[in-house]
């Protein structure tokens, strides 16, 4: 796995995310997460503590470092450094690469800042991604403690009323209100493709490997068995029939983990989406758009 137990720690505490850092005391002075997408391509995150600026960059096969797309202090703005759909193939990719990255996931949470919406986007659409991703986002809570008397109480004190369990803590990192903030999607104004330096050929190859993974993946054994029933599941708008798809992929021998988490209960509307876009060979947001 990619993520390091330190930045899964610090994803778990809200003030992360609001771009402010509570406890970096314990933690090193940079902090850096490599998504390797495919064909030796990664995208990479650099984390500077205490200050929480973040750094986005491209690997490429021929080199070690990353090359800069972008940098943004921690409570933004942030540069325009992908459009959302480079970003939306990448996590796609990613999660079929690793089963303990699903999409929507903590890929788009980290990332998407670096990819505001644009005129041409479907801002809809983006918000829905960006908000199950922050969902997503889970912490392990402590065992709640005992409630209730240490003695038997007299009976007048007895009804559970004088002994009230205290409010469990909830293993999502964010409430309500943090969300909502966070997915909003936030218009490009800071323009960093413009520049010379900017890496326009090796992210362009990177994001044109990623769409031929993606368009071969439904070409592949028991994938192009069940591509009918995923086309059709697609072009209806409906996910009723998800669960006969599965069932149809495990009979046809399908062990992929990331296929078969996303078609599985509890059912993720976003999640099946776009893994059913994915197996039915469509184009991104065609079933996506009829549940956002």
Do not use: N
Not at 72 to 99: F, K, M, N, T
Not at 245 to 256: K, Y
């Amino acid at each position: 796995m990619p993520v390091s137990e330190s930045l899964l720690h610090l994803t778990q505490d809200p003030q992360f995310w609001a771009g402010q850092l509570s406890e970096a005391d314990d933690l090193p002075p940079q902090l850096r997460v490599s998504f390797p997408v495919v064909g030796g391509y990664a995208l990479v995150l650099d984390i500077e503590l205490p200050s929480g600026e973040r750094t986005l960059g491209l690997r490429c096969p021929a080199s070690s470092e990353p090359v800069q797309l972008g940098w943004a202090p921690a409570d933004g703005p942030y540069p325009a450094a992908l459009q959302w759909w480079e970003l939306e193939s990448c996590a796609r990719v990613i999660a079929l690469a690793d089963p303990t990255l699903p999409h929507p996931g903590l890929v788009v949470a980290l990332l998407s800042p670096f990819a505001p919406a644009t005129a041409d986007d479907d801002v809809t659409w983006i918000a829905a991604v960006r908000e199950a991703a922050y969902r997503s986002l889970r912490r392990e809570v402590p065992a709640a403690a005992p409630a209730g008397p240490e003695q038997t109480p007299l009976p007048l004190f007895s009804d559970a009323q004088w002994w009230p369990a205290p409010a469990a803590p909830s293993p999502q990192v964010l409430d309500e209100a943090a969300i909502a903030a966070l997915s909003a999607p936030g218009r490009a104004t800071l323009t960093v493709r413009a520049d010379k330096r900017f890496p326009h050929e090796q992210l362009a190859e990177l994001v044109r490997r990623a769409a031929a993974e993606l368009r071969h993946l439904p070409q592949e054994d028991w994938y192009a068995q069940t591509r009918p029933l995923a086309r059709r599941i697609a072009d209806s708008g409906d996910l009723l029939f998800v669960p006969a798809l599965l069932g149809a992929l495990t009979e046809a021998g399908c062990d992929h983990p990331t296929v078969l988490d996303a078609l599985s209960e509890p059912l993720m509307p976003l999640e099946a989406c776009w893994m059913v876009e994915t197996l039915a060979g469509a184009e991104p947001g065609t079933l996506l758009r009829h549940h956002v």
